[in-house]
């Protein structure tokens, strides 16, 4: 049987760049549940029929309409996940959209998409098969209750808002693009308000607040609590 952790957290809380740092300490592999979300949320930006603009509030029939033509997008799109090196690369439709999918609009879309049942129902097997194949830490919102309420480890990783604008704003400029952080944080209070139906605590969780940490004692906290749970 796989041993798998459950991440879970709000946007920006670290999630992915922790679990990826603490799956290869811990001799597990990585697996970026966000990165599927928005590959979709990507795919529909392409069809048209989502803008990944900061307002998401629409009217009763127009919101129906958005999930009618998204979920008919659905069957003809394929995810797959292959590890070049240490990276995942996230592919969708044979094409590579690890950078496209990345971006502030993206991420928006994402969130537009995750709030979706049938998006939702899409990826809930494809999620569990790849936790299955692998002793794996998978990351998301709701993955220690919905995805993996069996996973042997659950962390609710967070931090306050200003703190998880500031690492969006720098990783980012890491990137080549630069942004306020005013206008960063906005997106960070945004997304929270978008995710608030999806970022969910499991009630065996342990809630590991990094306001205050630096990276490395983030990893080192989560790989602490792996390591005391890892047969």
Known sequence: MAFNVALDGPSGAGKSTIARAAAARCGMVYIDTGALYRA????????????GEKSTDRPGEEQAAVESAVAKLLPGIVLSIAYIGTEQHVFLNGEDV????????????????A????????????????????????????????????AQVKIFLTAAPEARAERRRLQLQRKGIEEPF???LAEVILRDKQDETQTQIAADAILLDTSALTLEESIQAVVSLIESKKP
């Open 182 to 184: 005013e206008k960063v």
């Open 40 to 51: 979709i949320g990507v795919a529909a930006m392409r069809a048209g029929i989502i803008k």
């Open 115 to 150: 709030a979706q049942k049938a998006v939702r129902a899409y990826l809930l097997d494809t999620q569990r098969n790849l936790a299955a194949a692998n002793d794996s830490i998978l990351d998301g919102r709701d993955i220690g209750t919905v995805i993996l309420p069996q």
């Open 98 to 113: 690890s950078e496209p999918i990345r971006t502030p609009p993206a991420s928006l879309a994402a969130s537009d998409v």
